[in-house]
Structure formats: C-alpha cells, structure tokens
C-alpha cells in the first residue's frame, strides 16, 4: 500500500468523508468534520498507522493533507 | 464467554483493538445522533476541569453495548464549580446522570506549588478549595435528582518535580494522599454521590502511560487513549450498574476450580489446597468466594463427583477455607451440568440469568453455552497464578452499593432452608402459626432508602405497578410532603427476613384517599399472610391520615401474575380497568399468627407538612 493512499485512508476513517474527497488541499478550513477533536484523534491516528510519533512542532504544521504528507515524507516515510 | 488468558503483551494489543472499535463506535453513534430519528434513552451531562471531548467515545460506547442510547452532553472546560452552582443553564436538557472530573492540578496548582517550595499555609489553603467544591458539589445534589458521580483526582502530573525526584520524595505523595482522601471522606458522607477513583486507574496504567504531553501542551487534554479507555469503561460499569440488576449466584465446579486435583481419583490426602503452591492459589480463589458472599452472592455447587466426597473434602481438609455452610444449593452426581443448575436456580428461587458458572473444564463451559446462553460462563484459567485476578476482575457482580440485606442474604438463605424443612411436615396453617411471624412497618428513614430503591429496582413478581425509580427519585419521593414510602422487616423464629417489602402512596387530602403507588415484596416472604398484613398495616395508616379510602393500581407484566387477584382477593372493587378501591372500614383485619408492630413516628394529617425526615 503506498504511503499516499494511506494519509489518505487514516483521514477517511477518522473524519468519515469519502476517500475521493480527500486531495493535498484538504484542511479544517473547508472540511467542517476536521475539527479540533478530530485533530487530536488524526494525531494518534496517524501515529499508529506509520508507527511514528510526531512532536507539537510537526503537529501544529499539519494544517492541511498536502503538509501532514510532507511531515511523514521528513521522517523518512518514502512516497509520503 | 469470559476468557482471560491473554498474557500481557496481547492485552496490551487486544487494547488497541478495543479502542479501534469504541472509536468506531461511538462515530456512528454520533452521526445516528444528529440525524431526524434520533432516540436517546439516557442523558449524561460531562463537565471536567480538562478537555473532555476524547473521554466521550469511552464512556458512550460501553452503553451502546448493553443496548442504552446515550446523548452525552460536555459542560464548558474547567468550570465545575460553575456546572455546580448552576447546571440547569449549562446542560441545555436535564441529564439523568451529571459527572464532574477533576485534577489537583487544574484547581489547586499555586497552592500545589507554594507547598512544593516549602509554603507552610500552602496545604491548609489546598483543603481550603477543595473543601468549597465539597459544598459545591453538596448544593448541585440537593438541586439535581439524577446520579451525581465526581472523581479521585489522579496524582498530579503537570509540576516541577517528579515521582523519581531526591528531594523531599514523600512530600508530593503524601499531600496528594491527603486531598484525595479528604475529598474523598467528605463525598462519601453525601449519601447518593458516587466516587469515580481515577487515581486507581492511573495506577492501573502507570504514570507515564497515562498522561500525554503533547495533547495536554496543544488541546488541554492530558491523558492517553489508555488511561481515556480505563477511566470510561469504569465510569459507564457505573452507570450500567445503577440500572442492571447484578448476578445473583455462582455455581461452582469443585475439582480444579475449589482445589487442585481430583478428589475421586487423588484421594483428599492428594489435593492441591492449603499453605504452599499450587495450594495457595485455590486457597485465594476460596477467599474471593467467601468475599462475593458477604457482598450477597450465594454460593452453589455443580460437580461430577460422588456426593460424601466432596462433602469429605468440605469438612476434613485443612486447607478448606469455605464450609459446607457457605453453599446454599448443590447437584453434586453425574447428571448433566445443564440440568443440575436449572435445579439450583429452582431451588434458590432466583432466575436462571442469574447464575454465573465457573469451570476448569472447556468442554463443560462450552456445552452450558450451547445448552443454557442465559447463564454467563466462566472459564477458570489453566495456570493456578491466573485464577485469582482472572476473578476478582469479573465486572459480574458490579453494584454500587452493599446493603445489610446482601451481607446477610446467605445466611438468610440457611434459614429459609430450615423453613422448608418444617413446612413439609406440617399443614399450611400449622406452619404459619409455627413460624412467629413478625412485622414491623415504618416510614423509610434514610438508611433504608439503599434497601428500598434495590427492591423497587428488582422485585418482579409480588409488584402491583412495577414502577421503577433510581435511587435519588427514592429519597426525593421520601423527602416529600404528599408523599409517603414505607418500608417493613419481616422476622420469625427461625431468622430475619429484613427489609423485604415497600408501599409508597400518595396522601390526596381533597377527597380523602390514600392512593397506592407501589405496593411490592419481596418474594422471600410471599404465601405467608404477609401481603394481607401489609395491607392491613396500610389501613391503619390511612385512618391516621383521616383518609376513607385506599385505591391501587394493577399493572400486569410478564412477570407480576402472583399479584394479579391480590387486590380483589382483599375486597378492593374495580374502578376501571386498572385502577381499585376498598373504604378503610372494609380492609380485612390482620391473621392473628402475626405480630405487627409500627416503628417510628406517624406523620399525622392530610397533607401536614412535616419535612422531618429521620427521627
């Protein structure tokens, strides 16, 4: 399974939105089910699919799909 | 089935998994939620002095699982003493259960860490706050008549020394100690507030697998999803048990559950049992059951064996810690284990959905499952060391409180048998007279309102309403002016009943009348005349309330049918379809076998106001 689709797949089970929908662009401003309790859960959510653990730095700059790829690319997860 | 083998590791994955699926949950719930047909069928007001939203999940899903559609409704962040200065504005519908969860250090950290760096008034100013959430708490129980659960508070996390810290290592410790069991002391003397122990489960977790840094510095909220996952489960086991009856019973496998080997082939000279291993481990198992006991669970035997040996085990071994006293029913021969406990149910008149059987034998469980799914089955665990905290964590027997009658109930249960025996030799009429019936009838005082709610939760078959009430709608019912609940001991010569009846009636002043609400016994004491007295005794109320009538209600259920002709059976004429009436003159008089007595004060006058509740 590529990384990408991965991303992507962590962000359709946690907020329940067709994985179609999902692009790099997606972020809480147009995707009223990311809100900041669903935030929390992407965290561990994330976490547990890559086995990483991502420190507030990085989470506070995962504002939107495109930047949570790049994050997971920087730690070394290839075709993030 | 319950089957705690797992070691540690896979738990710990078996965790994940459990939280995967609450999450999942608890999501579905949440959108069925906010859809056109939403049912709810209990609310649940959450206000914590942290961000609460990722308990939710944990707390929900639990209910949704024993069929209860909760609507949980989170109070503003750290405002507890505001939710309990004023819960009506802040839940926009009343809950029928308000939990409030703190930690020290969102209510007293100056005060925490003055006390660190040597402060001397920093402690008393600590007891000062957590002395006003006491009365605050006190005041939101008296306006709210839900369930009212508040927590320990965890061992403060967010300081700057640690538990691993040289300096002064007991002093953080021991004022944590201090606090909680302050609080603690103060919640508990408020009869009806439920302590939820979150120091317990952080215990349960460890310290650091319980607090997460990250999403306390970025959302306020500490804890992992482990800690979120223990804390729930124990809050809903809570809530479910203030509403599920507990099992009553546990049948027991004797050979390699009572003790270690066989009896029949080891000989009782043989057997595991006693001061070394694997002895102690069934010696322990032992002592878990005479704890269940003395919390009201009977205690039932269900072997394949031949009687005189196990009874030879029960009173030779030294090792034995249980007594053939402590078993209140037994099928001890080679019968099908699914027949044997259908006799015992029978024999303690007790459901068969009941009973919890425990057994080392996989065969014998899973042919209980297939044979009779309405008992729960317990495996025991192959490795003796597993047994005891196999055991001790069944959340089978949850309940919140322990009431004299369940301390006692085994041995009331030995005193019925002794009854039997006598009414099989005698006539109906010679057995009552025998017996030295008597009755005291009372108005509920405090200390009986546990005794009563349980009944008025779990009585089925002498019940003419089978109106069910939580226990904080008990006391508000005791509490006021129209209304009256009532409560009776039933003793004889042979033991004491206890408390094992309820009426609760209405004084209507206008037109004379007292009017039954809820008229129950408990069915320890049916077929004895008991019923008539009751009545009786009610009269005798009503003309001290200057009332002319007595009207009542019967409801049929499923399961009330020995009630149905109660009240024509006792002269009431019918009204309409439900509801029956009877002057106070025509009440028939009491069986003269039976010695009534009537405790405590009278409240005299229709609609007197008499708030005074203990005498």
């Given at each position: 399974m590529a990384v990408s689709s991965g991303v992507c797949q962590v962000f359709s089970e946690v907020l329940r939105i067709p994985i179609e929908s999902i692009s790099d662009?997606?972020?809480?401003?147009?995707?009223?089910?990311?809100?900041?309790?669903?935030?929390?859960?992407?965290?561990?959510?994330?976490?547990?699919?890559?086995?990483?653990?991502?420190?507030?730095?990085?989470?506070?700059?995962?504002?939107?799909?495109?930047?949570?790829?790049?994050?997971?690319?920087?730690?070394?997860?290839?075709?993030? | 089935m319950l089957d705690r083998r797992s070691g540690t590791g896979s738990a710990q994955?078996?965790?994940?998994?459990?939280?995967?699926?609450?999450?999942?949950?608890?999501?579905?719930?949440?959108?069925?939620?906010?859809?056109?047909?939403?049912?709810?069928?209990?609310?649940?007001?959450?206000?914590?002095?942290?961000?609460?939203?990722?308990?939710?999940?944990?707390?929900?899903?639990?209910?949704?699982?024993?069929?209860?559609?909760?609507?949980?409704?989170?109070?503003?962040?750290?405002?507890?003493?505001?939710?309990?200065?004023?819960?009506k504005n802040i839940f926009k519908t009343e809950p029928d259960v308000i939990v409030l969860l703190y930690r020290l250090e969102d209510i007293v950290l100056e005060e925490l860490l003055a006390f660190l760096q040597g402060d001397a008034g920093a402690f008393q100013r600590a007891v000062e706050k957590i002395d006003l959430l006491v009365s605050a708490l006190k005041g939101l129980h008296e306006r709210f008549s839900g369930t009212l659960i508040t927590s320990l508070p965890p061992f403060p996390t967010i300081l700057p020394t640690s538990t691993s810290s040289l300096e002064n290592p007991i002093r953080l410790g021991a004022l944590h100690r201090a606090l909680t069991t302050r609080f603690g002391e103060a919640v508990t003397s408020i009869s009806g507030i439920r302590l939820c122990d979150?120091?317990?489960?952080?215990?349960?977790?460890?310290?650091?697998?319980?607090?997460?840094?990250?999403?306390?510095?970025?959302?306020?909220?500490?804890?992992?999803?482990?800690?979120?996952?223990?804390?729930?489960?124990?809050?809903?086991?809570?809530?479910?048990a203030l509403r599920r009856p507990s099992k009553k019973c546990v049948v027991l496998d004797c050979d390699n559950t009572l003790w270690g080997g066989t009896v029949g082939e080891d000989g009782i000279n043989n057997l595991e049992l006693g001061d070394e291993f694997p002895g102690t481990a069934f010696r322990d198992f032992q002592r878990l059951l005479l704890y269940w006991r003395g919390q009201g669970i009977l205690l039932a035997l269900a072997s394949k064996n031949n009687e005189a040996d196990v009874w030879e085990v029960f009173d030779k071994h030294s090792g034995m810690l249980l007594k053939r006293e402590h078993i209140s029913a037994w099928q001890i021969n080679w019968n099908p284990k699914s027949e044997n406990i259908v006799h015992i149910a029978k024999a303690l008149n007790i459901g068969i959905e009941s009973l919890v059987f425990i057994d080392d034998s996989r065969m014998e469980?899973?042919?209980?499952?297939?044979?009779?799914?309405?008992?729960?089955?317990?495996?025991?665990?192959?490795?003796?060391?597993?047994?005891?905290?196999?055991?001790?964590?069944?959340?089978?027997?949850?309940?919140?409180?322990?009431?004299?009658?369940?301390r006692s109930r085994a041995d009331m249960m030995r005193a019925e048998q002794q009854r039997e025996q006598l009414s099989s030799s005698l006539s109906k009429e010679e057995f009552r007279k025998n017996l030295g019936l008597r009755i005291d009838f009372f108005l509920a005082q405090p200390e009986d309102l546990e005794r009563i709610t349980q009944l008025i939760?779990?009585?089925?078959?002498?019940?003419?309403?089978?109106?069910?009430?939580?226990?904080?709608?008990?006391?508000?019912?005791?509490?006021?002016?129209?209304?009256?609940?009532?409560?009776?001991?039933?003793?004889?010569?042979?033991?004491?009943?206890?408390?094992?009846?309820?009426?609760?009636?209405?004084?209507?002043?206008?037109?004379?009348?007292?009017?039954?609400?809820?008229f129950l016994l408990s069915c320890r004491v049916l077929g004895r005349g008991v019923e008539t007295a009751l009545l009786a005794a009610l009269a005798q109320e009503a003309r001290m309330e200057s009332a002319d009538y007595v009207e009542a209600s019967f409801i049929p259920t499923a399961k009330n049918a020995p009630a149905a002709t109660f009240l024509p059976d006792h002269g009431f004429h019918a009204e309409d379809e439900q509801r029956w009436k009877i002057a106070v003159s025509e009440v028939p008089d009491l069986d003269s076998s039976i010695t009534l007595t009537r405790s405590g004060a009278p409240r005299v006058g229709l609609g007197t106001v008499d708030l005074q509740v203990s005498n």
């Open positions: 662009d997606t972020s809480p401003e147009n995707t009223p089910q990311w809100d900041s309790l669903q935030a929390m859960n992407l965290v561990i959510a994330l976490e547990a699919a890559f086995d990483v653990r991502l420190s507030t730095k990085e989470i506070v700059s995962m504002r939107t799909v495109g930047l949570v790829r790049k994050v997971l690319r920087n730690k070394g997860i290839a075709d993030a | 994955s078996a965790e994940k998994v459990r939280i995967t699926e609450i999450k999942a949950a608890w999501r579905e719930h949440s959108q069925q939620l906010a859809g056109p047909d939403a049912k709810t069928s209990i609310s649940i007001g959450l206000a914590t002095s942290f961000t609460g939203n990722s308990l939710l999940p944990f707390l929900g899903a639990p209910l949704l699982e024993v069929d209860l559609k909760p609507s949980i409704e989170l109070g503003p962040y750290n405002q507890l003493f505001q939710v309990c200065l004023d819960h979150l120091d317990a489960v952080q215990r349960e977790c460890g310290l650091p697998n319980s607090f997460d840094s990250r999403q306390w510095y970025l959302y306020r909220q500490p804890f992992t999803d482990s800690f979120l996952f223990k804390a729930g489960s124990l809050l809903a086991r809570m809530v479910i469980i899973d042919y209980m499952q297939a044979t009779r799914p309405e008992v729960t089955s317990v495996l025991v665990p192959e490795d003796p060391a597993d047994i005891l905290d196999a055991m001790r964590h069944l959340t089978l027997f949850d309940r919140l409180e322990v009431t004299q009658e369940d939760n779990k009585t089925n078959q002498f019940n003419l309403t089978t109106i069910r009430r939580s226990a904080d709608q008990v006391r508000a019912l005791a509490n006021s002016v129209q209304q009256r609940v009532f409560g009776i001991r039933v003793s004889d010569k042979f033991g004491d009943y206890g408390l094992t009846g309820v009426v609760i009636a209405v004084i209507q002043a206008d037109s004379r009348q007292l009017v039954i609400d809820t």
